[in-house]
């Protein structure tokens, strides 16, 4: 379980191939503080520490201490293009422990879908996200709802419903957030893994057995 709150950025340092991706991230986490089969959401996917070792830099330089996981075909397939590639940064939080505040909403760590940014732009010293969600996605977002946008948890300001089924939601993203996680270096276009809110899967499973 997670908030959506990012702790910290990490690089992909190695990728093998050993039938699952095994992947090496460097990190400014202690590794004496990971358990071998912890959790940690790794731009908002789910995955568990196989090994970790090296010491923690100063100032939260992640070059001198890693972390592994193994990343399975699946989850390849279901999240963002690239994302596991040599160099690539990503947005790190480890599971949330009993009486950790809660500052962001529940997270399970599960890519719904890949959305792509369709619009960005600066609004003051904010930017203005418009993310296109697939059609499976839709009944899920709301305006002022909540969603997980590459593991950084954050608030829906409005919803544009497409003709196609698709549906583009706006999201405003500013300066503190935008440093301290990857959405400051977003490109237009780019692919980003969507988790909806867990309370909206519910409500919607409610309401398909009222109907049914």
């Not at 460097?26 to 090994?51: E, H, K, Q, Y």
């Not at 997980?148 to 706006?170: H, I, K, M, P, Q």
């Not at 503190?176 to 909806?196: F, K």
Request: a negative charge; glycine letters at 12%; charged letters at 20%.
């Amino acid at each position: 379980m997670f908030t959506g709150i990012v702790t910290a950025i990490g690089i992909i340092d190695k990728v093998e191939q050993r039938g699952d991706l095994h992947v090496t991230i460097n990190s400014p986490f202690d590794p004496g503080t990971i358990s071998i089969g912890a959790s940690i959401a790794c731009s908002g996917v789910c995955l568990t520490v196989v090994d970790r070792g090296g010491l923690p830099q100063p100032e939260g330089d992640p070059s001198g201490a890693w972390f592994t996981v193994d990343v399975s075909a699946e989850t390849v397939s279901r999240t963002a293009r690239g994302m596991w590639s040599e160099g690539r940064r990503i947005n790190l939080e480890p599971s949330l422990k009993l009486g950790d505040e809660m500052g962001g909403h529940i997270v399970s760590g599960h890519v719904d879908a890949v959305g792509r940014i369709a619009d960005w732009q600066p609004v003051g010293a904010s930017t203005r996200l418009t993310v296109r969600a697939p059609a499976e996605l839709a009944p899920f977002i709301a305006s002022k709802g909540s969603i997980t946008v590459d593991g950084v948890a954050l608030t829906v300001n409005e919803v544009a419903d497409r003709d196609d089924g698709s549906v583009d939601f706006g999201l405003n993203v500013i300066p503190h957030t935008a440093e301290v996680t990857t959405l400051g270096e977003i490109a237009q276009g780019a692919e980003v893994n969507l988790e909806i809110d867990t309370v909206a899967r519910y409500l919607k499973r409610l309401e398909s057995l009222r109907a049914g």
